[in-house]
């Protein structure tokens, strides 16, 4: 089965700040690639699919890139609000795979 | 609006079994695939199963025969059937909608399933 491995697991960074996290596939995958934000009590919340395009009403500052084996979703200007926990999925058919997400602060 | 809402959640003992519902509001289930997701306490996301447009269904290998996703097109509401229920089925399960291309672009708020003695 596919394997996702987010790197880092966490990282703590200060508003204005660049960020990057990425998402390291077990084998190359096209790219059905997605990224999700999620609050503590929170559902996720979609926020870029086919590893770049945003979701509407996701603010510009996300942007996401990535082929073959690996994935990166940026932040370009960290806000206060983006402090949340990010996974990465893979969702070419089925099963889905997520990864093991990055806690940011 | 699009709108996922679980309903079913609740405390069960090893061995029970509990039926979760999901009601659509927004769209209509037969032209959409859907999915269940679960998170264990204080871990991450894990898929656990879809129904296509078409009725069939997927499962993740921890959960295949004793879990049934079904869906009732007359009350656009979709089930998730959980028999045999183990202690690490423990998790909140978020229903949501998998858009294809677009990746899953709509959830729920989640219902709690908690498995314990």
């Known amino acids: 089965d596919l394997l996702l491995t987010q790197s880092p697991s966490s990282l703590s960074a200060s508003v204005g700040d660049r960020v990057t996290i990425t998402c390291r596939a077990s084998?190359?995958?096209?790219?059905?690639i997605a990224w999700y934000q999620q609050k503590p009590g929170q559902a996720p919340k979609s926020l870029i699919y086919?590893?770049?395009a945003l979701h509407s009403g996701v603010p510009s500052r996300f942007s996401g890139s990535g082929s073959g084996t690996d994935f990166t979703l940026t932040i370009s200007s960290l806000q206060p609000e983006d402090s949340a926990t990010y996974y990465c999925?893979?969702?070419?058919?089925?099963?889905?795979?997520f990864g093991q997400g990055t806690k940011l602060e | 609006e699009v709108q996922l809402e679980e309903f079913g959640g609740g405390l069960v003992q090893p061995g029970g079994s509990l039926r979760l519902s999901c009601a659509v509001s927004?769209?209509?289930?037969?032209?959409?695939?859907m999915t269940w997701v679960r998170q264990a306490p204080g871990k991450g996301l894990e898929w656990v199963a879809a129904?296509?447009?078409?009725?069939?269904?997927y499962y993740v290998d921890s959960v295949k025969g004793r879990f049934t996703f079904s869906r009732d097109n007359s009350k656009n509401t979709l089930y998730l059937q959980m028999n045999s229920l183990r202690v690490e089925d423990t998790a909140v399960y978020y229903c949501?909608?998998?858009?294809?291309?677009?990746?899953?672009?709509?959830w729920g708020k989640g219902t709690t399933v908690t498995v314990s003695s």
């Open positions: 949501a909608r998998d858009a294809g291309s677009y990746a899953t672009d709509v």
């Open positions: 927004g769209f209509t289930v037969s032209s959409s695939h």
């Open positions: 129904i296509y447009t078409g009725g069939s269904t």
């Open positions: 084998q190359a995958v096209r790219n059905y």
């Open positions: 086919g590893s770049w």
């Open positions: 999925q893979h969702y070419n058919g089925y099963p889905q795979t």
